[in-house]
T-cell receptor, first 113, second 114 residues
C-alpha cells in the first residue's frame, strides 16, 4: 500500500535560515505528491504539488522536486520567516491507491526572530 | 466558493453524552474522511467514505460512527464520548475521479470531553 514518511519535528530555526523537511514515499501506480501547511488554529491547506517525476512544485518561496529515483519530495525554502511557523504535511495520491490521499504525520516548524 | 464546512468549531461535553460533528462539502467529491490530530501523534484517520453508503474504518475507529447518506455530508458520531476522545478533528474531501487533485480540509473541531 501507499505510505509517506517525514522527518520528526519540531524543526526550530532562526529567521532567514535555510529549511529542509524530508519526505519519502512508497506508492503503487503513478503518484502525485503534495505538501500541505497547517497554520495555528486552522485546517490543512495545499502548499504545493507535483504530478510527475522531475516536476518542481513551488509556492510562497517553498519548493519541492519530485524525485522518482529516490522516492522523495523534500520541502525547501531558502530564507524562512516567523510567519512560516506551522505544521507541514507531505502527502500523495496514486492510481494504485484509488486516488485516496495518504498523509505523513506532519512536521512542526518553529521560526524564531 | 469550494469549501468543507465543519460544525461546531469548539465543543465541550461530558462523558457519555452523545454528540455529532457535522461535515459538508460543496464540490461533489466522492471521497470524504475524518481525522483526529493529537500532539506527537500526527494526523490519524478515523473513518473514510468512497461514496454514498460506502464507509470503511481508518486507523483509529473505536468509539466513533459515521454515515454517508448523501454525497455532500459525512457526520461523525460519538455515541458515548470519553476523555480520551478529547482532540482536534478534521474532515476532508477529495475527488476520486480526478488524478492530481488535492484534498480539501475543514477548519477543524476542537472537542473536549470532561
Amino acid at each position: 500500500g501507499n505510505s509517506v514518511t517525514q522527518m520528526e519535528g519540531p524543526v526550530t530555526l532562526s529567521e532567514e535560515a535555510f529549511l529542509t523537511i524530508n519526505c519519502t514515499y512508497t506508492a503503487t501506480g503513478y503518484p502525485s505528491l503534495f505538501w500541505y501547511v497547517q497554520y495555528p488554529g486552522e485546517g490543512l491547506q495545499l502548499l504545493l504539488k507535483a504530478t510527475k517525476a522531475d516536476d518542481k512544485g513551488s509556492n510562497k518561496g517553498f519548493e519541492a522536486t519530485y524525485r522518482k529515483e529516490t522516492t522523495s519530495f523534500h520541502l525547501e525554502k531558502g530564507s524562512v520567516q516567523v510567519s512560516d511557523s506551522a505544521v507541514y504535511f507531505c502527502a500523495l495520491s496514486s492510481s494504485g491507491g484509488s486516488y485516496i490521499p495518504t498523509f505523513g504525520r506532519g512536521t512542526s516548524l518553529i521560526v524564531h526572530p | 466558493e469550494a469549501q468543507v464546512t465543519q460544525n461546531p468549531r469548539y465543543l465541550i461535553t461530558v462523558t457519555g453524552k452523545k454528540l455529532t460533528v457535522t461535515c459538508s462539502q460543496n464540490m461533489n467529491h466522492e471521497y470524504m474522511s475524518w481525522y483526529r490530530q493529537d500532539p506527537g501523534l500526527g494526523l490519524r484517520q478515523i473513518y473514510y467514505s468512497m461514496n454514498v453508503e460506502v464507509t470503511d474504518k481508518g486507523d483509529v475507529p473505536e468509539g466513533y460512527k459515521v454515515s454517508r447518506k448523501e454525497k455532500r455530508n459525512f457526520p461523525l458520531i460519538l455515541e458515548s464520548p470519553s476523555p480520551n476522545q478529547t482532540s482536534l478533528y478534521f474532515c476532508a474531501s477529495s475527488p476520486l475521479h480526478l488524478a492530481n487533485t488535492e484534498a480539501f480540509f475543514g477548519q477543524g473541531t476542537r472537542l473536549t470531553v470532561v
